[in-house]
C-alpha cells in the first residue's frame, strides 16, 4: 500500500482533457513539493512536472500539475493515443525520512 | 551526452549480495541528490536510497541495514551495495539524478535484480 494514493486507472478520448489525482497528507505532501512521471511501457520514468507546477524543457504545456493542501492533481488537456502510460506522482515524507510515488495510474486513451 | 548507465544486476540467490554500479557522463554527481528507485515486475515504483551533495544518505525501511549507497567522485559513480539479499528485493533498479525539491529529471535504463532460489 503506497503512501501516496492514485487511482489505479483513468481513460478518456482522444483530444479530450483527464485529470489524476495524488492523495496525501501533512507530512509529505502538505509541505513538500509534487513531481510527476510519466512511464510508458518498457521505458524508464520521465518527469514531466516538478516543484508543484513547473514543467521542465521540452515537456508540452498540455500537461499541468497544481496542489492544494494534501492533494496534487496532474491534467493532461489534447489526450494523444502516445499518452497512453502509467503516470505516478511523488514527493518527500518528513515522518518516514525519505522519498514517496504514488501507486501509479494507468491512462488509456479509447 | 548527459545520462546515466547502470549496470551489476543479475540472478541470485537469497542471502546473497550484489553491487550495482552507475556510471554518470555530462554532469558530476557529488553536485546532485543521487538516488536509487526499484521497480518490481509489474509493479509501482519504489523509493529505495540517496546519497545528498553533502554525503549524507537515506534509506527506505525496507532496505536499511541491508543495502549501502556510495559514489565515487573520481569515476563519477553511484554505486548501491546490496546485502542479504530477498526474494522480494526483485526488481529493475533505476539510478536517477535527484534535486532539492525532491524530483528527477535525469533516469538510466535500469539494471534488473532476480532474487530467487
Known amino acids: 500500500q503506497s503512501v501516496l494514493t492514485q487511482p489505479p486507472s483513468v481513460s478518456a478520448a482522444p483530444g479530450q482533457k483527464v485529470t489524476i489525482s495524488c492523495s496525501g497528507s501533512s507530512s509529505n505532501i502538505g509541505n513538500n513539493y509534487v513531481s510527476w512521471y510519466q512511464q510508458l511501457p518498457g521505458t524508464a520514468p520521465k518527469l514531466l512536472i516538478y516543484?508543484?507546477?513547473k514543467r521542465p524543457p521540452g515537456i508540452p504545456d498540455r500537461f499541468s500539475g497544481s496542489k492544494s493542501d494534501t492533494s496534487a492533481t496532474l491534467g493532461i488537456t489534447g489526450l494523444q493515443t502516445g499518452d497512453e502510460a502509467d503516470y505516478y506522482c511523488?514527493?518527500?515524507?518528513?515522518?518516514?525520512?525519505?522519498?514517496?510515488f504514488g501507486g501509479g495510474t494507468k491512462l488509456t486513451v479509447l | 551526452e548527459v545520462q546515466v548507465v547502470e549496470s551489476g544486476g543479475g540472478f541470485i540467490q537469497p542471502g546473497g549480495s550484489l553491487r550495482l554500479s552507475c556510471a554518470a557522463s555530462?554532469?558530476?554527481?557529488?553536485?546532485?541528490?543521487m538516488t536509487w528507485v526499484r521497480q518490481a515486475p509489474g509493479k509501482g515504483l519504489e523509493w529505495v536510497s540517496v546519497?545528498?551533495?553533502?554525503?549524507?544518505?537515506s534509506y527506505a525501511d525496507s532496505v536499511k541495514g541491508r543495502f549501502t549507497i556510495s559514489r565515487d567522485s573520481s569515476s563519477n559513480t553511484l554505486y548501491l551495495q546490496l546485502n542479504s539479499l530477498r526474494v522480494d528485493d526483485t526488481a529493475v533498479y533505476y539510478c536517477?539524478?535527484?534535486?532539492?525539491?525532491?524530483?528527477?529529471?535525469?533516469w538510466g535504463r535500469g539494471t534488473l535484480v532476480n532474487v530467487s532460489s
Open positions: 511523488g514527493t518527500w515524507d518528513s515522518i518516514l525520512s525519505g522519498g514517496v
Open positions: 516543484d508543484n507546477n
Open positions: 555530462g554532469f558530476t554527481i557529488s553536485g546532485y541528490y
Open positions: 536517477a539524478r535527484g534535486f532539492r525539491g525532491w524530483y528527477f529529471d535525469l
Open positions: 546519497i545528498y551533495i553533502g554525503g549524507g544518505t
